[in-house]
């Protein structure tokens, strides 16, 4: 199970941190992803990061903003949110595998971002 907080509005340049708690399989053993869905669009893969925390990867859209971290020792995942724009706005899930397929069937019910003034 993937439950997903952290979601809210928050003014553009703003921050938030997105957490991830995952139960019900060996965390560790898994890398993990965020993926973002905007109102009326298709999935779109955010961030990835490797089982042992290591090899982040991100979308060019979010490169320099966002840092992917994981905490296996509390199987938890995150997502540290800087410079917020706009277009950041959206629903977003954490995903099994480091650059799961669009969309993820291993995710959970998201949280929701919104970035307005």
Not at 2 to 7: D, I, K, N, P, R
Not at 80 to 106: F, R, W
Request: proline share 6%; with cysteine.
């Amino acid at each position: 199970q993937l439950v997903e907080s952290g979601g809210g509005l928050v003014q553009p340049g703003g921050s938030l941190r997105l957490s991830c708690a995952a139960s019900g399989f060996p965390f560790n053993s898994i890398d993990m992803s965020w993926v973002r869905q905007a109102p009326g669009k298709g999935f779109e893969w955010v961030s990835g990061i490797s089982r042992t925390g290591t090899r982040p990867r991100y979308a060019d859209s979010v490169k320099g903003r966002f840092t992917i971290s994981r905490d296996n020792g509390k199987n938890s995942l995150y997502l540290h949110m800087i410079n917020m724009k706009t277009e950041d706005t959206g629903v977003y899930y954490c995903a099994l595998g480091i650059q799961p397929t669009l969309p993820p069937t291993s995710r959970g019910q998201g949280t929701n971002v919104t970035v307005s003034s």
